[in-house]
């Protein structure tokens, strides 16, 4: 097996500069590391996670924290990020996190997140933690500063902590401003139910920029066009086709709170015999790798880049470089395709 020893003697240099240079200290010139790294690589040699823990106090491993794991949004930044951290050396533990208000059948949400804060992350097995769409309490936070971890927060302001946030009232009167662009007045909305009113109330923040363009219109809105879904394409589908049955009112353009559920929308028109855009355009939010597929006008919010953005936070902030505790607004753009188009006369609602 090779030695740290033998990286030394091939690299010519000490072990103790060995060890700085794979730990990736600053003290090491350039010109070092590159031999050193180069000798590691020609001789096989992978430094003990055990080891180096003790040597330098770190794991080399990052607490990525999430609400929910089968959701695509979470896992497009996931993929984002761990591929930075793995390309910096570091491993990523997932800590599934419900929201507060949920319940499991066998416990509460509620007593789990106190448990993840005042005994999990307690064992100190990650050297930072990035926290998605999780609004943290002072007593938490107060947890996470006596453990000495670095934290950012991506989906919102977490005070005291540089956090990564998207301007989701923005995003939402930007869609609707686009439908409206397109003569449309008769403008439905598909958000989220009351479950889902979690941490940064996400669903009620963009249905406030929905409501503030239809009134900069001149048009009041119709709660009636408002309907709630699962954030699912089928939750979607199933609310979709409930809108359209619906006699009291007559839209021509949807815009749904996600991308999936914009889908299901697409769906829901489809099978009631409507045709995407003629008789109803339909837009979403997120930037799905489905959006293309399905012709489908969204504001992309860039997912992957977010979870780029927040790892580069933390290796920053690990590098010593100081993250300073702002709220930093993420980059989003508008996507035209297919799904939107000049509104057509009203039609007849249709039953299914």
């Not at 031999?35 to 491993?61: D, F, I, M, Q």
């Not at 419900?98 to 319940?103: C, E, F, K, S």
């Given at each position: 097996?090779?030695?740290?020893?033998?990286?030394?003697?091939?690299?010519?240099?000490?072990?103790?500069?060995v060890?700085?240079?794979?730990?990736?200290?600053?003290?090491?010139?350039?010109?070092?590391?590159?031999?050193?790294?180069?000798?590691?690589?020609?001789?096989?040699?992978?430094?003990?996670?055990?080891?180096?823990?003790?040597?330098s106090?770190?794991?080399?491993?990052?607490?990525?924290i999430?609400?929910d794991?089968?959701?695509?949004?979470?896992?497009?930044?996931?993929?984002?990020?761990?591929?930075?951290?793995?390309?910096?050396?570091?491993?990523?533990?997932?800590?599934?996190?419900?929201?507060a208000?949920?319940l499991?059948?066998?416990?509460?949400?509620?007593?789990?997140?106190?448990?993840?804060?005042?005994?999990?992350l307690?064992?100190?097995?990650?050297?930072?933690?990035?926290?998605?769409?999780?609004?943290?309490d002072?007593?938490?936070?107060?947890?996470?500063r006596?453990?000495?971890?670095?934290?950012?927060?991506?989906?919102?302001?977490v005070?005291?902590?540089?956090?990564?946030?998207?301007?989701?009232?923005?995003?939402?009167?930007?869609a609707?401003?686009?439908?409206?662009?397109?003569?449309?007045?008769?403008?439905?909305?598909?958000?989220?139910d009351a479950?889902?009113?979690r941490?940064?109330?996400?669903?009620?923040?963009?249905?406030?920029?929905?409501?503030?363009?239809?009134?900069?219109?001149?048009?009041e809105?119709?709660?009636?066009?408002?309907?709630?879904?699962?954030?699912?394409?089928?939750?979607?589908?199933?609310?979709?086709?409930?809108?359209?049955?619906?006699?009291?009112?007559?839209?021509?353009a949807?815009?749904?709170?996600?991308?999936?559920?914009?889908?299901?929308?697409?769906?829901?028109?489809?099978?009631?015999?409507?045709?995407?855009?003629?008789?109803?355009?339909?837009m979403?939010?997120d930037?799905?790798?489905?959006?293309?597929?399905?012709?489908?006008?969204?504001?992309?919010?860039y997912?992957e880049?977010?979870?780029?953005?927040?790892?580069e936070?933390?290796?920053?902030?690990?590098?010593?470089?100081?993250?300073?505790?702002?709220?930093?607004?993420?980059?989003?753009?508008?996507?035209?395709?297919s799904?939107?188009?000049?509104?057509?006369?009203?039609?007849?609602?249709?039953?299914?």
């Amino acid at each position: 097996m090779t030695t740290i020893q033998r990286v030394a003697d091939l690299a010519g240099v000490s072990t103790a500069t060995v060890s700085r240079s794979l730990a990736g200290k600053s003290s090491v010139s350039p010109a070092t590391k590159e031999r050193v790294e180069a000798a590691a690589k020609e001789l096989g040699y992978v430094v003990s996670s055990a080891a180096s823990s003790l040597a330098s106090g770190r794991t080399r491993n990052i607490g990525f924290i999430l609400p929910d794991l089968d959701s695509w949004f979470f896992m497009a930044v996931l993929k984002g990020a761990q591929r930075m951290l793995a390309d910096a050396g570091y491993d990523v533990t997932l800590y599934h996190l419900p929201a507060a208000n949920g319940l499991d059948v066998d416990e509460p949400g509620t007593a789990r997140r106190a448990r993840l804060f005042d005994e999990i992350l307690r064992r100190q097995r990650c050297d930072a933690l990035i926290a998605v769409n999780l609004e943290l309490d002072e007593r938490e936070r107060e947890a996470l500063r006596e453990l000495g971890r670095c934290l950012v927060g991506l989906g919102g302001p977490v005070h005291g902590v540089h956090s990564l946030g998207l301007d989701d009232t923005a995003v939402a009167y930007d869609a609707t401003t686009h439908l409206l662009s397109l003569g449309h007045t008769a403008i439905a909305h598909i958000t989220g139910d009351a479950e889902f009113e979690r941490d940064f109330a996400m669903p009620a923040t963009r249905r406030a920029g929905y409501e503030s363009a239809l009134a900069e219109a001149g048009i009041e809105s119709d709660p009636l066009l408002v309907r709630t879904a699962d954030f699912t394409i089928a939750g979607a589908y199933e609310a979709t086709k409930q809108l359209l049955a619906d006699p009291h009112v007559h839209p021509t353009a949807v815009f749904a709170a996600s991308d999936e559920m914009a889908i299901g929308a697409i769906l829901a028109a489809r099978d009631l015999g409507l045709s995407v855009p003629e008789d109803l355009s339909v837009m979403g939010v997120d930037g799905h790798d489905l959006a293309d597929f399905f012709g489908l006008t969204t504001i992309d919010q860039y997912p992957e880049q977010q979870g780029q953005r927040v790892a580069e936070l933390v290796l920053s902030e690990l590098a010593g470089e100081g993250v300073e505790a702002v709220v930093e607004r993420l980059p989003y753009a508008l996507v035209q395709r297919s799904s939107t188009s000049i509104a057509p006369p009203l039609h007849s609602p249709i039953t299914p």
